[in-house]
């Protein structure tokens, strides 16, 4: 029987409705064939609309790219991006000078505060096989004392995000990956300094859950304040607390019920995203999002005079070297990478 933890169901498209402070999410999941050696597909690009290709023709996108996939050089203010590689790679440039390579469970959270410029590019390193591509890219919104926070860009890299696993009584398991936020006693590794997710009070959780077929977990309460959904993106069906959910449909959530979820007879994927909601008007154009029409059309005089720090690479669609792996390149000449 259904117990009343479920508000609504929705459904998915390519853009994910999200609840505040949460401003969206979208699913990339790209079927990319093997490179050509210059970090691009290695088959004809004819037919494609390039530099606006959404469209999905023979299981991939170039989304903006014209000779690599991806988004080139790109302005954001006001605003916050979450970018989670499940599968593949992504290289990233900013006006700041910093840089990275990314995926296979990495995550790059870059508050854009102030303002900054980066592109995303998505480098088909293998030239012998196929490139797949998967990524959540999920937007969270500051609140306007922070808006103008000075930009900050971290990596969280998969070696160090918690993975949680839990047996249900038929030795069925639920996987747990902790991108944000807290569960038990186990807490995901701290986000930029200025973000929402920052401040524990907030109740941010980002999670990626995965269950066995059959499997049953329960999702814990959180306060009453918060909003909190699951986006059931992978599987053949799920049971929330009584009703059957068929895929790709997201389930906005009571927050202070303990949640039970029960898995159909295939692997399934959730992505949960909480938070407690900034209690301000949002105002959205394209990459800007601030509190008024006002700040919105300040924010073009402002990029339009500085291009927030301008644009340091060589090109718009700044990707790395072919025979690089994983790293970042931090503003202050500091390079990281993961395991050394």
């Not at 080139?72 to 000078?97: K, N, W, Y």
């Not at 870059?110 to 030239?127: D, K, S, W």
């Amino acid at each position: 029987m259904a117990d009343g933890s479920i508000i609504r169901i929705k459904e998915l498209g390519f853009q994910w409705n999200t609840n505040n402070p949460f401003l969206f999410c979208i699913h990339h999941k790209d079927a990319y064939p093997r490179g050509n050696g210059k970090l691009g597909p290695g088959v004809s690009l004819e037919g494609r609309r390039l530099g606006n290709d959404f469209t999905v023709k023979e299981g991939w996108r170039m989304y903006h790219g014209r000779e690599i996939p991806g988004f080139p050089q790109h302005p954001h203010r006001g605003f916050e991006t979450v970018t989670i590689v499940l599968e593949g790679m992504v290289d990233h440039a900013d006006s700041l000078g910093a840089a990275g390579r990314y995926g296979h469970g990495d995550v790059q959270w870059m508050t854009a505060g102030a303002g900054i410029q980066h592109c995303e590019m998505f480098p088909l390193l293998n030239v012998d096989r196929d490139n797949p591509l998967e990524l959540f890219q999920i937007w969270l919104n500051l609140p306007k004392k922070d808006k103008f926070v000075e930009p900050y860009y971290k990596m969280l890299w998969n070696e160090d995000i918690p993975q949680l696993k839990f047996k249900d009584n038929s030795n069925k398991f639920t996987r747990v990956t902790l991108v944000a936020g807290s569960l038990g006693d186990v807490k995901a590794p701290p986000p930029t300094p200025d973000s929402w997710a920052a401040k524990p009070e907030n109740e941010v959780a980002i999670w990626l859950i995965r269950m066995e077929a059959g499997a049953r977990w329960k999702l814990p309460p959180a306060s009453e304040e918060v909003l909190r959904s699951l986006y059931f993106h992978k599987g053949s069906g799920i049971r929330i607390s009584g009703t059957e959910v068929p895929p790709y449909k997201a389930i906005d959530l009571h927050p202070g019920r303990m949640v039970p979820i029960e898995n159909g007879p295939d692997e399934s994927h959730i992505l949960f995203l909480q938070g407690r909601p900034i209690d301000e008007r949002v105002v959205q154009y394209g990459p800007f999002v601030m509190n008024s029409e006002a700040e919105i059309q300040q924010t073009f005089e402002d990029y339009r005079r500085t291009e927030f720090g301008g644009w340091p690479w060589p090109r718009p669609d700044q990707a790395h070297d072919p025979g690089r792996g994983r790293f970042a390149l931090y503003t202050d000449g500091k390079e990281e990478i993961p395991g050394a």
